[in-house]
């Protein structure tokens, strides 16, 4: 019997322990093709073979946010698990969802797709929401947040929502304010000419203002929304969102997926799998 053994390195990283042959046949499945690959330059001056490999054949190591792919591919393939994750959906009553947004008082009602998104948001601790555009993604972004403030209070963390433009970071805030909370006393917004230290508990940033932050800044960080989530480079987004090693709680926000395979999977693996 071929098995594997699946432990959590960190908030980032899965650790993965099986034999050669197993680690090859992981490594195969989550290698792609980077579209468009033949027209760049690393892949013109043959310094990179135009593939994105998601799984370390030598480390072992894989996005946390891939798991259940792990899972699912161990089953097609008659692979046991030896599962040490202690990876598992949350309880949520959605009786006290209801209590914990009528204790908010937002001066509007909160429609049946926004409580879904924000419950499912919460069971799961990671997901990618697919939410089109004027959906109301400011109003899930804010349920969490105010839910996830109480749940970070006592460890010291802060929440950090990373924007790909400065007006969405004044919407944002401008938004918070419209739902009847006090964004001046618990929100800071970082922004080209804006300090990167705070001690609020809420920081909306855009990406090029962080991505080049050193690690030791992202270590309070308990948890990171990612709005517009398909708007950051790659690069970038990977970059942010692996300096988040202490980070349990990760939930990206995106209008859209481009239809590659290797966009969808990067996303899923650093946030957590698709809830349309």
């Known amino acids: 019997m071929r098995y594997i053994i ?62 259940e792919y792990i899972l699912k591919w161990c089953e097609d393939n008659d692979v046991r698990v030896v599962d040490d994750t202690k990876i598992k959906d949350n309880d949520v009553s959605e009786k006290k969802v209801d209590q914990f947004i009528k204790a908010l008082k937002i001066p509007f009602e909160v429609r049946d797709y926004q409580k879904e998104a924000f419950i499912h948001a919460v069971k799961k601790d990671r997901t990618l929401l697919l939410s089109p555009t004027a959906s109301g993604k400011s109003l899930i972004v804010y349920l969490l947040v105010r839910f996830n403030i109480l749940r970070l209070k006592e460890k ?94 990760r939930v990206g926000l995106t209008g859209t997926l481009d239809g590659s395979a290797t966009h969808k999977l990067v996303l899923e693996g650093l946030f957590g799998t698709v809830n349309k």
């Open 6 to 67: 699946i432990s959590k390195k960190n908030d980032v990283h899965l650790q993965i322990e099986a034999d050669e042959d197993i680690r090859r046949e992981l490594g195969s499945f989550f290698t792609f093709e980077v579209p468009g690959f033949k027209f760049m330059p690393q892949y013109r001056a043959r310094q990179w073979d135009g593939k994105i490999r998601l799984f370390s054949y030598q480390t072992g190591q894989i996005y946390v946010g891939l798991y």
């Open 156 to 249: 010291k963390k802060k929440i950090l929502i990373v924007v790909p433009t400065t007006s969405l970071v004044e919407q944002l805030f401008k938004d918070f304010k419209d739902y009847g909370w006090n964004p001046e006393r618990n929100v800071h917004r970082i922004y080209q000419g804006h300090d990167k230290e705070t001690n609020k508990p809420v920081i909306i940033s855009t990406w090029q203002s962080i991505y080049k932050q050193p690690k030791k800044w992202f270590e309070d960080v308990g948890m990171v929304v990612g709005d517009e989530a398909h708007l950051f480079k790659a690069v970038s987004l990977t970059k942010i969102l692996s300096k988040l090693e202490k980070c349990p709680y």
